[in-house]
């Protein structure tokens, strides 16, 4: 691709490093399986995945404070894209939010929620 540009160009390159597409599809999917087949309070008390997956990161820590006009700070979920947490963060957290979730449901829902779909897949 460098090839192509005249030589002597200036130009503005950003290196990093990949996030495994598969995981946060992995991440989503947990949220939302747990909210519809987990303990039936999880999906009464945060219905979509994206309330659940805020309230995971405030309860970790995976935050950031923003200090409030009147004085008050107060703490929202970081940003989980892929330019703005790098992949060992977000394995960090996906660990952690894992662990979270076992003690919610009183069980490790990541392997039955991947058996689920590789039944599908072998059906």
Same mark, same amino acid.
């Given at each position: 691709?460098?090839?192509?540009?005249?030589?002597?160009?200036?130009?503005?390159?950003?290196?990093? @490093?990949?996030?495994?597409? =598969? #995981?946060?599809? $992995?991440? !989503?999917?947990?949220?939302? !399986?747990?909210?519809?087949?987990?303990?039936? !309070?999880?999906? =009464? %008390? !945060?219905?979509?995945?994206?309330?659940?997956? &805020?309230?995971?990161?405030? &309860?970790?820590?995976?935050? =950031?404070?923003?200090?409030?006009?009147?004085?008050?700070? =107060?703490?929202?979920?970081?940003? %989980?894209?892929?330019?703005?947490?790098? #992949?060992? %963060?977000?394995? @960090?957290?996906?660990?952690?939010?894992?662990?979270?979730? $076992?003690?919610?449901?009183?069980? &490790?829902?990541?392997?039955?929620?991947?058996? @689920?779909?590789?039944?599908? $897949?072998?059906?």
């Amino acid at each position: 691709m460098l090839e192509t540009f005249p030589e002597g160009c200036d130009l503005n390159v950003t290196v990093s @490093r990949a996030r495994s597409l =598969r #995981q946060n599809n $992995t991440y !989503w999917g947990l949220l939302a !399986w747990v909210i519809e087949n987990g303990p039936e !309070w999880i999906g =009464r %008390k !945060w219905p979509e995945a994206d309330h659940l997956s &805020d309230a995971l990161q405030i &309860d970790l820590g995976y935050v =950031r404070y923003v200090g409030m006009f009147g004085g008050e700070v =107060r703490a929202f979920p970081e940003s %989980k894209s892929f330019q703005e947490m790098p #992949q060992d %963060k977000f394995n @960090r957290y996906f660990t952690a939010a894992q662990g979270r979730l $076992t003690e919610m449901c009183n069980y &490790d829902p990541l392997p039955v929620y991947l058996a @689920r779909g590789r039944e599908r $897949t072998a059906a």
